[in-house]
């Protein structure tokens, strides 16, 4: 299998109607292998959904940790004063960021206003489970850890994240793009609970927790072009591999592998932030045990493999189209699966 079998994949499903357009990047530690366009332009941003909470936040938190502002075993309630309560006291960092802190998916109501409603929300909901029993991977834990990071580092996640990766151009993975950018976004449509139903949103994010916090959120905000997060995956490939003599801060060897290290919570195939490989996942059945990855609601994937020295990095703008979840995970097992000799 080939390029030719991942481009057949990906044509396939936009001719089925599953989105109107994708973009495609595969590469190793050295470079870009293959990059394409599918009923756009490889310079089109996209909305990259939940790839915010492993492109950004993650990569913030690892940055406050490199300078002593934040620890993996910091408490929670330190910075929340409402998160209280025998059940949920001993929560930490750590099990946040590996969906291990007790907390549901989503909320049960429409969204709050503001950081203040949400932190609130969040903070005094029942949890779920027993921290650290079990792994339910939750948006929420990550909106606190949004606020969480813009608090120990002074400034907001926005300008922290484009601070971290000033190698990166800024116009092309940002949380707020430049208005031609914006222009040129790829379009997502709203879900059918949002207020901003009935029209398209184009450079507009499409969780509509995130556009209640202004665009910018823990767990989703982010826009990107291919190229640009194709840039992103090579500094976290090399720094995996540890090849190389310059590695960007936070993106070091000992931080990747402390980030990309399985939780020990039983049946969990998190890492922090980081998801890791299980044959029955969006990155298919011939990555090594070595790979970690994650997904984005709207039809976006990001899978990165040290020991083959590749990353895949797969765009579309699914909800802008007919695709369904089980859907787009087919396609994106068929795409990854498609580059097994390669």
Same mark, same amino acid.
């Given at each position: 299998?080939?390029?030719?079998?991942?481009?057949?994949?990906?044509?396939?499903?936009?001719?089925?109607? !599953?989105?109107?357009?994708?973009?495609?990047?595969?590469?190793?530690?050295?470079?870009?292998?293959?990059?394409?366009?599918?009923?756009?332009?490889?310079?089109?941003?996209?909305?990259?959904?939940?790839?915010?909470?492993?492109?950004?936040?993650?990569?913030?938190?690892?940055?406050? !940790?490199?300078?002593?502002?934040?620890?993996?075993?910091?408490?929670?309630?330190?910075?929340?004063?409402?998160?209280?309560?025998?059940?949920?006291?001993?929560?930490?960092?750590?099990?946040?960021?590996?969906?291990?802190?007790?907390?549901?998916?989503?909320?049960?109501?429409?969204?709050?206003?503001?950081?203040?409603?949400?932190?609130?929300?969040?903070?005094? !909901?029942?949890?779920?489970?027993?921290?650290?029993?079990?792994?339910?991977?939750?948006?929420?834990?990550?909106?606190?850890?949004?606020?969480?990071?813009?608090?120990?580092?002074?400034?907001?996640?926005?300008?922290?994240?484009?601070?971290?990766?000033?190698?990166?151009?800024?116009?092309?993975?940002?949380?707020?793009?430049?208005?031609?950018?914006?222009?040129?976004?790829?379009?997502?449509?709203?879900?059918?609970?949002?207020?901003?139903?009935?029209?398209?949103?184009?450079?507009?994010?499409?969780?509509?927790?995130?556009?209640?916090?202004?665009?910018?959120?823990?767990?989703?905000?982010?826009?990107?072009?291919?190229?640009?997060?194709?840039?992103?995956?090579?500094?976290?490939?090399?720094?995996?591999?540890?090849?190389?003599?310059?590695?960007?801060?936070?993106?070091?060897?000992?931080?990747?592998?402390?980030?990309?290290?399985?939780?020990?919570?039983?049946?969990?195939?998190?890492?922090?932030?980081?998801?890791? !490989?299980?044959?029955?996942?969006?990155?298919?059945?011939?990555?090594?045990?070595?790979?970690?990855?994650?997904?984005?609601?709207?039809?976006?994937?990001?899978?990165?493999?040290?020991?083959?020295?590749?990353?895949?990095?797969?765009?579309?703008?699914?909800?802008?189209?007919?695709?369904?979840?089980?859907?787009?995970?087919?396609?994106?097992?068929?795409?990854?699966?498609?580059?097994?000799?390669?």
């Amino acid at each position: 299998m080939s390029v030719d079998e991942a481009r057949k994949v990906v044509d396939t499903a936009r001719s089925a109607g !599953m989105f109107p357009a994708a973009t495609a990047e595969v590469g190793s530690s050295a470079g870009p292998i293959w990059t394409e366009a599918f009923g756009t332009s490889t310079d089109t941003p996209f909305d990259l959904a939940s790839l915010t909470k492993v492109i950004a936040t993650t990569t913030v938190i690892m940055e406050l !940790m490199r300078t002593g502002a934040l620890r993996l075993e910091d408490r929670v309630s330190e910075s929340f004063k409402e998160w209280r309560g025998a059940d949920r006291e001993a929560v930490t960092v750590r099990d946040l960021l590996e969906h291990t802190g007790g907390l549901s998916a989503r909320l049960l109501d429409a969204p709050p206003q503001g950081r203040r409603e949400f932190e609130h929300d969040i903070s005094t !909901m029942p949890l779920e489970y027993a921290p650290r029993t079990r792994s339910i991977y939750s948006d929420l834990g990550f909106i606190l850890l949004g606020f969480l990071a813009a608090d120990r580092g002074g400034s907001s996640l926005a300008d922290q994240f484009e601070k971290a990766v000033t190698w990166i151009d800024s116009d092309a993975l940002a949380f707020e793009l430049p208005q031609e950018e914006r222009a040129r976004a790829a379009p997502t449509r709203p879900m059918e609970d949002d207020h901003r139903r009935g029209r398209a949103l184009v450079g507009e994010v499409h969780d509509p927790y995130a556009a209640a916090l202004g665009g910018v959120a823990g767990h989703a905000g982010l826009f990107g072009t291919v190229s640009a997060v194709g840039a992103f995956a090579r500094a976290v490939l090399r720094a995996a591999r540890g090849t190389g003599d310059r590695f960007p801060d936070p993106l070091t060897p000992a931080l990747v592998r402390t980030f990309t290290t399985k939780s020990t919570v039983y049946g969990s195939s998190r890492a922090l932030g980081w998801d890791t !490989m299980l044959p029955t996942s969006s990155c298919g059945t011939r990555m090594t045990s070595e790979a970690f990855g994650h997904v984005g609601y709207t039809g976006t994937s990001l899978w990165i493999d040290p020991t083959r020295d590749r990353y895949f990095v797969l765009l579309t703008n699914r909800v802008f189209g007919l695709g369904t979840l089980e859907e787009i995970r087919s396609v994106r097992r068929a795409f990854h699966d498609a580059f097994a000799g390669v």
